[in-house]
């Protein structure tokens, strides 16, 4: 209570005080809050970077409030009480889904929208030992592969990694972990072959740097029939070619498979005109940010995904539309989204409106209308089922 309180005041004291301007005419709170990462991680060290830049530039101080899981960050985004969150794919696609944590019954599909997304270097992917030579998706049949208990969007990114290559988790021996951090010291000890993780993480260069190694096993960007069967899974993911972290550099890249981290999201109510100055902000200051922690460089405008798999706020898509970048494609794949959410959302209110009490059936119940609901559309339902605790 006492966490929400002092959340609520911040954000109340960020809306009340004077705007700061640039003299680009940026206008933005001289007081604002985003949730990120946990302190000492990626997300977290990119939000300090570009509040820097944002005191230094145009006076605003950005508040960081660290958030250990999807949950965490995303509520007091949703409660009103921070207007931004530099979220993950948990709190920001699976949150607009409304499955797993969001499938509970006092949360449902969010209207989450994007504001910029970082597409780094840095891939998102399946890290597994060298000496197990797996150089392709398709040679972590019969390995060793960590499923993280009580993770669910890393989980679902194995299996989605598994699918483009025809495989399920049938097809390896799926070895339980009580953490993420525990399923990579696995590697290092032989537990296990592989694992998803990024790899910029500390605990990648420590496999790197163990006597086991590390590769990353290659996602080939032209085969069409595996990007179909992974993007089905989860269609938040986008082909990179890795280049920054353990074992990776410029002149030694992996054809890979990863999607943004972290997002820059909102709310669907935020208000456009501080969803735009946001937006402007980032993309101006960039040039003062860019060095300033490692992965920023995926915050260039010229690396943005306009067309994911959330929806762009319309203060972000205005400010787009000025630099000539918006095309009537990328609004048609954003109407799609915002479709889908308004399905989502009118089968979430009716099925809370006689649903079980019990949070287990009330979770199973969920995924059926859900389903019923997208299938009812023609759109694709991508999970259909999950873990209720």
């Known amino acids: ?49 570009i509040g820097n830049a944002l005191k230094n530039k145009l006076n605003v101080t950005l508040r960081v409030l660290p958030g250990k899981n999807d949950i965490s960050r995303t509520l007091p985004l949703r409660d009103g009480q921070v207007p931004f969150s ?11 889904e409304g499955v797993y944590e969001f499938g509970a019954k006092d949360w449902g599909p969010q209207p ?17 030992a060298k000496d197990a030579n797996i150089k392709t998706m398709g040679d972590l049949k019969g390995k060793r592969v960590a499923w993280v208990v009580g993770a669910p ?3 679902q990114n194995i299996t989605a990694l598994l699918a483009s290559a025809n495989l399920t988790w049938n097809d390896v021996k799926r070895v339980d972990f009580g953490g993420f951090g525990a399923a990579m010291e696995g590697i290092i000890s032989n537990q296990v ?6 790899t910029i993480s500390g605990q990648a260069y420590k496999i790197a740097s163990s006597p086991r190694g590390i590769q990353y096993p290659v996602v080939p960007h032209k085969d069409k029939e595996a990007w179909a069967r992974l993007k089905k899974v989860a269609p938040f993911y986008v082909p990179q070619w890795g280049a920054e972290g353990a ?12 999607y943004p981290y972290p997002v820059l ?57 000025e630099r000539k970048l918006w095309t009537d494609e990328y609004q ?39 389903a019923a609901a997208l299938s009812a559309a023609k759109m694709e339902v991508v999970v259909d089922s999950w873990e209720v605790k």
Do not use: C
């Open 153 to 155: 969007s890393l989980n």
């Open 1 to 49: 209570m006492k966490r929400r309180t002092l959340l609520a005041a911040a954000a109340l004291t960020a809306m009340v005080l004077a705007p700061a301007m640039s003299q680009t005419g940026t206008k933005l709170p001289e007081t604002l809050t985003w949730t990120a990462y946990d302190v000492g991680s990626g997300g977290y060290n990119q939000a300090v970077a």
């Open 265 to 321: 999201m909102t709310m669907a109510k935020t208000d456009a005109d501080i969803v735009y100055n946001m937006t402007k902000a980032m993309v101006e200051l960039f040039p003062d940010y860019k060095d300033g922690a490692p992965g920023n460089v995926g915050w260039d405008i010229e690396r943005q995904i306009f067309a994911w798999a959330i929806p762009m706020h319309e203060g972000s898509i205005k400010y787009f539309r």
């Open 112 to 128: 989450v929208r994007a504001v910029l997304l970082n597409n780094s270097d840095a891939l998102l992917t399946v890290v597994t």
């Open 193 to 198: 072959d592989a694992a998803f993780a990024s």
């Open 332 to 370: 048609k794949h954003n109407d799609s989204l915002v479709a889908r959410q308004k399905v989502l959302g009118d089968a979430w209110q009716k099925y809370t409106a006689s649903a079980p009490a019990d949070a287990k059936e009330f979770a199973q119940g969920w995924m059926k209308a859900r």
């Open 86 to 96: 530099a979220n993950g794919v948990g709190g920001s696609y699976l949150a607009q």
């Open 247 to 258: 074992d990776l550099s410029k002149d030694k890249k992996v054809e890979g498979a990863t």
